[in-house]
């Protein structure tokens, strides 16, 4: 199949790779042409426009927000004066609802195809071909992208013929996943503070009633503390639960806990922390068991680690800016919740 694939990022290069080694024909397309010319070397073509990817049977976007998939496929050069009648176009980024709308509405004027499939799973799910794929749309369109769907993952489900839902089921499973990361969170710092083990109680939580993989992956992920590199971006967490609010006053269906939610991701990138995994969501609990007691918690190295980014901040705003910032809670925090009698 001649396939096109605009957004060559953390889970693009994975997706696109694999289309390769299914034997699909690539040609891709990013802002950042040196992301795409690893795909060279694999068997691809690459694209000096979004228009250039979009003249084979599919064209595939996968990027990070409303605003690069309107670029892509509204602006000059775009896939949508360029894509044939008849093909396809296959966006499987993470967009809103009512973009969604827009497009199918805008392809469907063309007498092009839409088709909705957003992905569950984190770059190395991408890369090793296990997504979980959302579809939805015309019922032969989306029987027509099933190779490139047994390429990319490991199950796709087809949840309507409509292709905007598959973006709002996308949409609501991304809530979720932020609900159980901020509840782990809490958990997390609530048992830290009577002196149990973060990983051993994880280990606990995921050997019991807790099995599921998204407690096991972002369980482990705020036991280890680890939020960088990261998998997905805070911001575009905090994009998703608006992207979610959005949809549901359109569908008159309240979502006070997504409130809550894209509140939590903003404190987070207040504080410098929207580069973070948004699994660094749990930090802002950590950050608030430990608040009154700030004036103790950082080391002088961290702090002067800091000072550059810092400078016009206050002592009490650096120290919180150096956890939000780096993911890394300073040594002298201990795992029981108590201070360090360091004083600086």
């Known amino acids: 199949m001649q396939v096109g694939f605009i957004g060559i990022g953390r889970m ?4 696109a790779a694999n289309l390769l ?7 891709a397309y990013n802002r950042s042409t040196a992301k795409a010319e690893s795909l060279v070397g694999k068997g691809a073509k690459l694209a000096k426009t979004p228009g250039e990817a979009a003249l084979g049977d599919v064209v595939i976007t996968m990027l990070a927000n409303d605003q690069a998939v309107e670029q892509a496929v509204f602006g000059e050069a775009g896939l949508l004066e360029s894509l044939p009648h008849g093909a396809i176009h296959l966006s499987m980024s993470t967009i809103s609802y009512a973009l969604a709308e827009r497009l199918a509405a805008a392809h469907r004027d063309q007498g092009q195809e839409f088709v909705a499939a957003p992905v569950f ?8 071909a296990k997504l979980f794929i959302v579809a939805g749309g015309k019922t032969d369109a989306v029987a027509r ?4 769907f047994d390429a990319l993952g490991q199950r796709t489900f087809i949840v309507s013929d409509a292709a905007p839902t598959a973006n709002l089921v996308k949409l609501s499973g991304n809530f979720l996943i932020a609900a159980v ?13 009577a002196g149990v083990d973060r990983a051993q109680y994880v280990d606990l939580l995921t050997s019991t009633l807790f099995g599921a993989p998204v407690y096991k992956t972002y369980g482990a992920l705020i036991a280890e503390e680890h939020y960088h590199p990261p ?4 911001e575009l967490g905090h994009k998703d639960m608006r992207l979610a609010l959005s949809a ?15 509140d939590r991701f903003l404190a987070l990138m207040a504080a410098g922390g929207g580069a973070l995994d948004w ?5 802002i609990a950590i950050v608030a068991r430990e608040v009154m007691g700030l004036a103790r918690l950082a080391t002088i190295e961290t702090l002067r680690h800091r000072a550059d980014a810092v400078h016009a901040l206050s002592r009490f705003d650096r120290r919180v800016r150096s956890v939000l910032c780096t993911g890394v809670l300073p040594a002298t925090w201990n795992s029981h919740g108590g201070h360090s009698r360091t004083a600086t």
């Open 231 to 234: 998998g997905f971006k805070a």
């Open 279 to 283: 699994s660094a969501l749990a930090l």
């Open 181 to 193: 990361i901020e509840g782990l969170g809490e958990a997390v710092t609530l048992v830290s503070k």
């Open 12 to 15: 693009g290069s994975g997706m």
């Open 21 to 27: 080694a299914a034997g699909h024909a690539l040609t």
């Open 121 to 128: 799973g984190r770059p190395d799910a991408a890369s090793a």
């Open 248 to 262: 549901a006053q359109q569908l008159q269906a309240p979502m006070p806990l997504a409130s809550l939610l894209a």
């Open 145 to 148: 992208c099933q190779p490139l």
